[in-house]
């Protein structure tokens, strides 16, 4: 595995994925995912961080996914899985609301599907 392709295209995908976040969660739906006092916007940046890291490490180690759209297909299942895992665990222990659950999904898909993406471009770009 090349290390540097590994950690440059999962910084730029935390990046990606931060960013969109905040256009999502942050000006979207801020209705839907208010801002709490407690919030800790570096715990977010590292939770996004670890999603880049993630992504890359897949791509880069075992599936050597180099070009923007397998990058995005892969991106698109990796979201979808991950959305229903984090929705899963959220709705473990508070009342189900349906609607919430389904928006977050699709945000997790659209944002699993540009990290994809971009990390994808990005080790293909370094090769």
């Excluded at 880049?52 to 397998?70: C, D, E, P, Q, V």
């Amino acid at each position: 595995m090349n290390v540097k392709n590994f950690l440059v295209a999962g910084i730029v995908g935390g990046i990606v994925d931060f960013l969109l976040g905040w256009v999502f969660y942050g000006m979207l739906f801020k209705d839907i995912y208010p801002e709490t006092p407690d919030m800790k916007l570096e715990f977010i940046f590292l939770g996004c961080l670890t999603f880049g890291l993630l992504m890359s490490y897949i791509f880069t180690k075992w599936a050597g996914i180099t070009n923007a759209m397998t990058g995005l297909t892969a991106g698109v299942v990796i979201g979808i899985l991950y959305g229903l895992s984090t929705n899963f665990f959220m709705y473990s222990n508070r009342p189900i609301n349906v609607q919430n659950f389904m928006i977050d999904l699709v945000i997790s898909i659209i944002i699993g599907g540009a990290v994809g993406a971009v990390v994808a471009l990005v080790n293909g770009k370094m090769k």
